[in-house]
């Protein structure tokens, strides 16, 4: 029997898991393919981690470990959801929860001391960050916009923020000494191991990493950034958004770039409550109140102090907040700002929102206004200031005629993971940083200062040469334009150019467009065509490849949750992920609050169709009642469906007692089942599928009222994190009419 492996993972997609799995498993099962779960959650993760302090009932295997080696595997089948790229404070709250239900977790501590809370932390640091994504991507992605979608869009456009060619937004970025001016990159010659090594002023040798391994062809990068200049920096970016009138906002990674996007962050912090810091920085860090978890954590422990440091603290919040800059506000109705919380200042996806708002965005009191938008490192800060510059030159961009800009991305084999990892690290005396190899040769060597981030990444030599295949296919499937987005003047890129150089002439290229453009040259080539309602394949890093796959489809579809994701796996498998939409922490507090899940599933339902497809391939012929070539009846007709479901208005609704995901996923089986039952190339799923088909038409009225009667009051799903399983299921899964009809087809 083939097999499709759903990931259960959190928030809002896991909430849908619920409602919509059961349904996933009833359908695959009539084609012979069963479907399995494995638990990526957060706290899944970190219950894996100590597992071994824990009773058998309480236990969960690692099933992160076991997909990182199912990957590997020719027949991999796994549709992956998003999951939390986990930020301390999620971390810390999450093991609370866990605490509570009794579950022997230590508590994450920010300064192990003793040997058993440092082994501790370092199991943490397994779930920080983005933990999920490196070990799953053993293949590089294609992600670009169904036709169904797009098709929808234009016909259906979302709103989007008028632009004025007197706009004062802009980014604010370093000119010197960040990651990209600092970066130097190495192509391995052979197959070898390096250390990380820090030559202190004082005469010591630290060993930060040691015998790395790296193979033959691997690209290895360094770099740094000061952080006395970064400090100079960002203190001249809080005075000039206080000069030019300008809110003022920092779009980071802080939860992907689980190192350096933080103390980032936190450098954030402390320039702009210069009455804070330095002067109670001591005593905010004896009780663990860092500036990287953001000024809402420091708020909320203030409690931690002596009563009247705390009293002096909270003044000087309150003074710098009164003679600084307006700050961009992530809630201004709660009060909650940019710099409250790192994980509210993802770059990603707070950048597109502020262009399709026409470049305003929420001050303190809830009004609109033109934004400084820092974002420190310039590597692609550019990419952001050149879409900025168009839509004032030309306005909005046009959902009913726009063009897309799909993506292929390098990041198989943890390719380009910069800060992700623990190759990541802050400075703990002045000295010299060396990458050295095993005969001691130096490699790559910075000045560093204490206190500064000094970063690297691997990229090996197969995800290069498989991208490059990847773009080219994608070139050749659909006659667009292929750019690689790399600039010549960046040491890893230059080194990234002679490898697509190289390896292109290993394929047929002719008659394709395929170009290498900086990636401020492919921004403005890439809008052009956009406004002449032309497709433009990015080719990009692993990074660039997160930025575009939001910024593009968030002016196109009004979301990146919208896309197809498809990582086509280097040993033959697939991996189907499910866009690139979050986890949704806001949708789960509408549905504590009023039994409402807004979340859209159609990320779900796009790569639920190619995992079929791809099961198909391994379903004997007398498998289920179709047998082989049944997976692709169901897929054909699930993508049929789709369609279907989006012109009738069948997503979700933002607003409580209208349609939610439980009613999107009730009338995505009725349009399944009717199009299974009705469809020819297979008369035995037909056959299952008419009374299917007829029993959920016949109960559609009843089913839509039991669905809209629970909304409106809150849900209780029996925790946050790790919900109950009864709990959950009851609120998810709330019409018994439905629930009889897709149970009763696994009895």
Known sequence: MAKIIWTRTDEAPLLATYSLKPIVEAFAATAGIDVETRDISLAGRIIAQFSDRLPEEQRIADHL??????????????????NISASVPQIKRAVAELQEKGYDIPKYLSQPESEEEIADRKRFDKVKGSAVNPVLREGNSDRRAPEAVKNFARKHPHRMGEWSADSKTQVATMSSNDFRHNEK???????????????????????????????????IDGTGINVQILSSFLKSQIR???KKDLLFSVHLKATMMKVSDPLIFGEVVKAFFPSVYPKYEDKLAAVNLTPDYGIGAILDGLHKLDVATAAAVKAAIERDLANGPRLYMVNSDKGISNLHVPSDVIVDASMPALIRNGGKGWGPEGEEADTLAVIPDSSYAGVYQAVIDDCKAHGAYDPTTMGSVPNVGLMAQKAEEYGSHDKTFQIPENGVLQVVN???????????????????????????????????????????????????????????????????????TEGLDIRIMDPVAA???????????????????????????????????????K?????????????????????????????????????????????????????????????????????????????????????????????????????????????????????????????????????????????????????????????????????????MRPSATFNEIIDGMRA
């Open 65 to 82: 470990a076991e997909l990182g080696e199912l990957v590997k595997e020719p027949d991999a089948n796994i549709i992956k959801l998003p």
């Open 563 to 731: 896309m197809l994701s498809v990582v086509p796996l280097m040993a033959g498998g697939g991996l189907f992920e499910t866009g690139a939409g979050g986890s949704a922490p806001k949708h789960v507090q509408q549905v504590l609050e009023e039994n409402h899940l807004r979340w859209d599933s159609l990320g779900e339902f796009l790569a639920l169709a190619e995992s079929l497809r791809y099961a198909d391939d391994h379903t004997s012929p007398e498998a289920g009642a179709g047998g082989a070539g049944a997976g692709l009846v169901l897929a054909d007709a699930l993508d049929r469906a789709t369609s279907t479901l989006l012109e009738n208005g069948k997503s979700p609704s933002r607003k409580v007692n209208e349609i939610d995901n439980r009613g999107s996923h009730f009338y995505l089986a009725l349009y399944w089942a009717r199009e299974l039952a009705t469809q020819e190339e297979d008369p035995e799923l037909a056959k299952v599928f008419a009374p299917i088909a007829e029993a959920l038409a016949e109960n559609e009225e009843r089913i839509s009222a039991e669905l809209l009667e629970v909304q409106g009051s809150p849900a209780d799903l029996g925790g946050y994190f790790l919900p109950d399983e009864d709990k959950t299921t009851a609120v």
């Open 240 to 242: 000039r958004a206080k």
């Open 185 to 219: 990159s190495v192509v391995m010659p052979a197959d070898d191991t390096i250390t990380y090594l820090l030559e202190t002023d004082e005469g010591h040798e630290i060993v930060l990493k040691k015998d790395m391994p790296v193979l033959a062809g691997e690209v």
């Open 523 to 561: 921004t403005k080539f890439s809008v052009e065509r956009i406004r002449q309602g032309k497709d433009t394949i990015s080719v990009t890093g692993n990074v660039l490849r997160d930025y575009l796959t939001d910024l593009f489809p968030i002016m196109e579809l009004g979301t990146s949750a």
């Open 438 to 508: 095993s005969a001691g040769d130096i490699l790559i060597e910075h000045h560093v200062a204490k206190g500064d981030i000094w970063r690297s990444c691997q990229t090996k030599d197969a995800p290069i040469r498989d991208w490059v295949k990847l773009a080219v296919n994608r070139a050749r499937a659909t006659g667009d334009p292929a750019v690689f987005w790399l600039d010549p003047t960046r040491a890893h890129d230059a080194n990234l150019i002679d490898k697509v150089t190289e390896y292109l002439g290993e394929h047929d």
